[in-house]
Structure formats: structure tokens, C-alpha cells
């Protein structure tokens, strides 16, 4: 007959070894959430900062396709409304969080 060790038996399990049972037990109608959940409620939360990006992307392209057909002063006007997409864009990320920090700082009270 095998033996069994006295490890594997669940008379001798310690109870710290079983706490992952109990946290799957209560955690089990947690739903969590996914990454494109996720994006999709930030970008519900904070509409500008995507707009900004997208912005961001739209000038910098615009303004390396103008380089490269030799349209140089296109070029440098377009990298130029670059530079004020990405500050909007970090002034929108900013005004996001500090909105969502009062938001959470209200729920609080």
C-alpha cells in the first residue's frame, strides 16, 4: 500500500496554507475589470486628453510628411501646433486627475 505523507493529508494543512480558498470563496461576484474596460471608462472620464493625443499624432504626422516633400516652412508651422497639442494635452491629463482626485476626496465625506 502507498503511503501517503503527513503533509499532503488535509487533517495537518495548516489553515494560512487554505486563506487562497477562502479569498476565491469571497472575492468569486467580483467582476474584474478588463483593459478595453478599462481605456473605455478613462476615456469617459477624461474625453480630452484622447482628443489631445490624437491631435498630437495629426500634427507630427502632417509635419514629417511636409519635411519630406521639401515643404520646410509647412514643416515647422506644423511642428509648432505639435508642441501646443502635447501642452494641451498635459494640461487636460492634469485638470483630469485633479478632477478625479476632488471627486474621490467628496465621495469620502
Known sequence: MPQVSSASSPANVPPEELD?????K??????????KEKMVRKINENPLVPIGCAATLTALGLGL???RKGRSQMSQYMMRARILAQGFTVVALIV???ITYKNKESAKK
Open 65 to 67: 510628411w511636409n519635411f
Open 96 to 98: 483630469g486627475v485633479g
Open 20 to 24: 487562497w480558498i477562502q479569498m476565491r
Open 26 to 35: 469571497d472575492f468569486s461576484g467580483v467582476h474584474a475589470e478588463t483593459t
